[in-house]
């Protein structure tokens, strides 16, 4: 059976149901879904962490753990941007996302990414040619052309199992 590894770019998978989909993912669903593509070794959730974390976010954090997933976090910086002419706030954890798809790569067959972000493109060019087989689930219209190019018949839209994984 192959072994898979869930990685779940927390912050766009937020901004995707919220902004696209206008319905919420259950995550513990989320990585039943998954066992299709063979066993789930390893389950890892990124996001940014509010200092201090306020009640609903460490309660949400605390579920994902319970669940299994292992968190990976960041404080949120506010930053201005200077294009845009305002503040926003980000805490930049693809590279984390990255480094722990190659730190653990002898540990899965099947990397499954949550992310419609194309700086992934490279990533999964590389674990492509490193003989490694990926899933990428993103919403239709929040996934960037970059990464439905790398994907292509591998790219799941996430309303076509929106049955499976819809928290009710």
Known sequence: MDRVALFVD???FFYM?????NWFVDTKKLMAYC???GEVVDAYYYIGKDSPPAA?????????AYMGYALVTKPIKTIYDSVGGKFIQKANLDIDIVLD???TIENYDVAVLVS???DFDRALRILRARGKRFKVIASPRFVASELRDVAGM???DMESIRAEIEKK
């Not at 149901?17 to 989909?21: F, H, S």
């Open 17 to 21: 149901q919220k902004n696209d989909l």
């Open 35 to 37: 066992e299709r593509f």
């Open 154 to 156: 591998h790219l799941i």
């Open 56 to 64: 609903e976010q460490q309660a949400y954090l605390s579920a994902l």
């Open 101 to 103: 798809m190659f730190s």
């Open 116 to 118: 419609g972000d194309g």
């Open 10 to 12: 927390g912050a766009n």
